[in-house]
C-alpha cells in the first residue's frame, strides 16, 4: 500500500516561517521526482515545488522563488517543504506528490504524478 503523509502545517504569522515534511512508504520514491503542490479555497491546485529523484534539480513556482526550498532524504523516503518569509496568500492545504516512474528532471505539472498525500493545512495570517 502506497501512502504520502504531509505533517507540519498549522497557523503562523506573515513574514514566519514553517517545515512541511512527507514521509512515504509502501514503495522506495528515491528515483522518482517529488513535488509540492497547494490549493486555495476557490482555487485550482497549483504547483508549488519539484525535486529529481537524484536530488541535484530543483524547480519552484515563480511567487515562492528565494522563499522556499524542497529537499529530500532518499534514505528515509521523505521531502520537506522549508517555507520562510509567509505570507498571507501562501495560505492553502499542501499536498505532497510522486512519480510513478524514474525522471530525471523535476515535474511542475499535476498529471505528472501518480501519488498524492491527504494534505496538510497551512495558515498565514496577517
Known amino acids: 500500500q502506497v501512502q504520502l503523509v504531509e505533517s507540519g502545517g498549522g497557523l503562523v504569522q506573515a513574514g514566519g516561517s514553517l517545515r512541511l515534511s512527507c514521509a512515504a512508504s509502501?514503495?522506495?520514491?528515491?528515483?522518482?521526482?517529488m513535488g509540492w503542490f497547494r490549493q486555495a479555497p476557490g482555487k485550482e491546485r497549483e504547483f508549488v515545488a519539484s525535486?529529481?529523484?537524484?536530488?541535484?534539480?530543483?524547480l519552484f513556482q515563480d511567487s515562492v522563488k528565494g522563499r522556499f526550498t524542497i529537499s529530500r532524504d532518499n534514505a528515509k523516503n521523505t521531502v520537506a517543504l522549508q517555507m520562510n518569509s509567509l505570507k498571507p496568500e501562501d495560505t492553502a492545504v499542501y499536498f505532497c506528490?510522486?512519480?510513478?516512474?524514474?525522471?530525471?528532471?523535476?515535474?511542475?505539472?499535476?498529471?505528472?504524478?501518480?501519488?498524492w498525500g491527504q494534505g496538510t493545512q497551512v495558515t498565514v495570517s496577517s
Open positions: 506528490a510522486a512519480t510513478e516512474r524514474w525522471t530525471l528532471n523535476p515535474i511542475k505539472t499535476a498529471s505528472g504524478y501518480s501519488y
Open positions: 509502501g514503495r522506495t520514491f528515491s528515483s522518482s521526482a
Open positions: 525535486i529529481s529523484g537524484g536530488g541535484g534539480i530543483t
